[in-house]
Nanobody
Framework: QVLLVESGGGLVQTGGSLRLSCAAS????????MGWYRQAPGKEREFVAI???????YYADSVQGRFTMSRDNAKNTVYLQMNSLKPGDTAIYYC????????WGQGTQVTVSS
């Protein structure tokens, strides 16, 4: 069982920045694939970023160049640094982990005002 707890969401103006954190349980965190997804009102959940256990990261085209995902294996934590935020980034952001199966956090709200 892997528990994921997100933090760092909030309200920010267009062009602002936020950093989301996701703390994961488990002794094999470094082996987890970790990721971020988001779901805007009335829309399906969509991929944002993912980091493999080997450290490779991949981003959705919509956030490439603005968002940066990183992981700190010593702290069992991943981060999503979000810069140049736009109203279209408004969503609930979910942390994701894959180990023996998929795991999801409870989500954290990000609201970008125009």
């Amino acid at each position: 069982q892997v528990l994921l707890v997100e933090s760092g969401g909030g309200l920010v103006q267009t062009g602002g920045s936020l950093r989301l954190s996701c703390a994961a349980s488990g002794r094999t965190f470094s082996s987890y694939t970790m990721g971020w997804y988001r779901q805007a009102p009335g829309k399906e959940r969509e991929f944002v970023a993912i980091a493999s256990s080997g450290g490779s990261t991949y981003y959705a085209d919509s956030v490439q160049g603005r968002f940066t995902m990183s992981r700190d294996n010593a702290k069992n934590t991943v981060y999503l640094q979000m810069n140049s935020l736009k109203p279209g980034d408004t969503a609930i952001y979910y942390c994701y982990a894959n180990w023996d199966r998929d795991y999801w956090g409870q989500g954290t709200q990000v609201t970008v005002s125009s």
